[in-house]
């Protein structure tokens, strides 16, 4: 199962700040969408060749080869092995894949975790510290411009500030019993280790991952929303294994979404003190369902990986 990982991405120009040391956004105040919306036909972002040959287009085009080949084309922002297009699939295409078509018209938002209203520069800047356990760039940077720019491009034509069908990894309902790390390590073994290695150690040709670490120092750190196993599990369910998408049931899921979250990984950049504890308090405890500060298998994750 090739489960490539979490990272939103792009903003309008606006002056420079500083990168905000927040929590990963969770948009909890936006209603979801009904699920007879959810049937119908999903929100088509434009073609290549409606690019305009134009200073635009060629921005547009920046922002895309750094989304699709981000530890390259942003190397100074980036600290693992991910690229933006590993939780944002089909080049931010991908219905129930976070698209940046879904993603681009809902901001300016409000943050419950920051309690304040985000810029959507402010929110591909914290891909960048989280998700690609890295640095922010500046709002003004070419990075961001460009990102920015192809997340308008794919928007066009979609509504602002309304919540289209396919924008989210949709919800799923955590198993009855809860979950079972010892059953997500079988089923990881039958349906991802073939794509991500039997240590979620990913693939690479060169220097370069072809598919994604799912663990481990070059994967996603712990302030990522793909550490959340409820978040995980929503794109296992209805991405994985690629080209699959739906064939695993809800429950199994959910335990494989648990046991790659089982597992340490870099540690969440803000971390309090240095104190897992503490920092599980100000940041994991009320957000969602994960692991960090938890005991597993008599070892307490959170540590983190250099």
Same mark, same amino acid.
Request: proline share 7%; glycine share 10%; charged share 20%.
């Given at each position: 199962?090739?489960?490539? @990982?979490?990272?939103?991405?792009?903003?309008?120009?606006?002056?420079?700040?500083?990168?905000?040391?927040?929590?990963?956004?969770?948009?909890?105040?936006?209603?979801?969408? &009904?699920?007879?919306?959810?049937?119908?036909?999903? /929100?088509?972002?434009?073609?290549?060749?409606?690019?305009?040959? *134009?200073?635009?287009?060629?921005?547009?085009?920046?922002?895309?080869?750094? /989304?699709? *080949?981000?530890?390259?084309?942003?190397?100074?922002?980036?600290?693992?092995?991910? %690229?933006?297009?590993?939780?944002?699939?089909?080049?931010?295409?991908?219905?129930?894949?976070?698209?940046?078509?879904?993603?681009?018209?809902?901001?300016?938002?409000?943050?419950?975790? $920051?309690?304040?209203? $985000?810029?959507?520069?402010?929110?591909?800047?914290?891909?960048?510290?989280?998700?690609?356990?890295?640095?922010? &760039?500046?709002?003004?940077?070419?990075?961001? $411009?460009?990102?920015?720019?192809?997340?308008?491009?794919?928007?066009?034509?979609?509504?602002?500030?309304?919540?289209?069908?396919?924008?989210?990894?949709?919800?799923?309902?955590? &198993?009855?019993?809860?979950?079972?790390?010892?059953?997500?390590?079988?089923?990881?073994?039958?349906?991802?280790?073939?794509?991500?290695?039997?240590?979620?150690?990913?693939?690479?040709?060169?220097?370069?991952?072809?598919?994604? &670490?799912?663990?481990?120092?070059?994967?996603? %750190?712990?302030?990522?929303? @793909?550490?959340?196993?409820?978040?995980?599990?929503?794109?296992?369910?209805?991405?994985?294994?690629?080209?699959?998408?739906?064939?695993?049931? *809800?429950?199994?899921?959910?335990?494989?979404?648990?046991?790659? $979250?089982?597992?340490?990984?870099?540690?969440?950049?803000?971390?309090?003190?240095?104190?897992?504890?503490?920092?599980?308090?100000?940041?994991?405890?009320?957000?969602?369902?994960?692991?960090?500060?938890? @005991?597993?298998?008599?070892?307490?994750?959170?540590?983190?990986?250099?």
């Amino acid at each position: 199962m090739k489960i490539l @990982m979490p990272a939103l991405l792009a903003l309008a120009i606006v002056a420079p700040v500083q990168a905000a040391k927040i929590a990963m956004e969770d948009q909890s105040q936006m209603q979801p969408v &009904p699920a007879a919306a959810a049937a119908a036909s999903v /929100f088509q972002p434009p073609q290549e060749q409606d690019l305009p040959a *134009d200073a635009f287009g060629q921005l547009v085009q920046d922002g895309r080869a750094i /989304f699709v *080949d981000t530890r390259n084309q942003a190397a100074e922002y980036v600290g693992n092995g991910m %690229n933006c297009t590993n939780c944002h699939l089909d080049q931010g295409r991908k219905a129930d894949s976070a698209p940046l078509w879904g993603a681009y018209p809902m901001y300016p938002a409000y943050r419950k975790k $920051n309690n304040r209203v $985000n810029s959507y520069a402010e929110r591909i800047q914290g891909c960048f510290q989280f998700s690609m356990n890295g640095k922010a &760039p500046a709002v003004d940077s070419h990075v961001i $411009n460009a990102l920015t720019a192809y997340s308008y491009w794919l928007a066009t034509g979609a509504p602002t500030g309304k919540a289209l069908p396919g924008r989210l990894y949709p919800v799923v309902a955590e &198993p009855k019993g809860g979950y079972d790390l010892a059953r997500g390590e079988q089923i990881y073994a039958a349906q991802c280790a073939v794509c991500h290695g039997d240590n979620g150690q990913g693939q690479k040709s060169g220097n370069d991952y072809v598919l994604p &670490p799912l663990w481990g120092k070059d994967s996603y %750190n712990w302030g990522a929303g @793909m550490h959340r196993i409820n978040t995980a599990a929503g794109f296992i369910k209805h991405n994985m294994p690629l080209g699959k998408g739906g064939s695993l049931s *809800d429950e199994e899921a959910w335990h494989v979404a648990a046991f790659m $979250n089982s597992h340490e990984r870099p540690q969440d950049p803000r971390l309090i003190d240095g104190s897992v504890e503490k920092t599980r308090d100000k940041y994991h405890a009320n957000d969602g369902v994960n692991l960090y500060g938890q @005991m597993v298998n008599g070892v307490m994750l959170g540590q983190g990986i250099k």
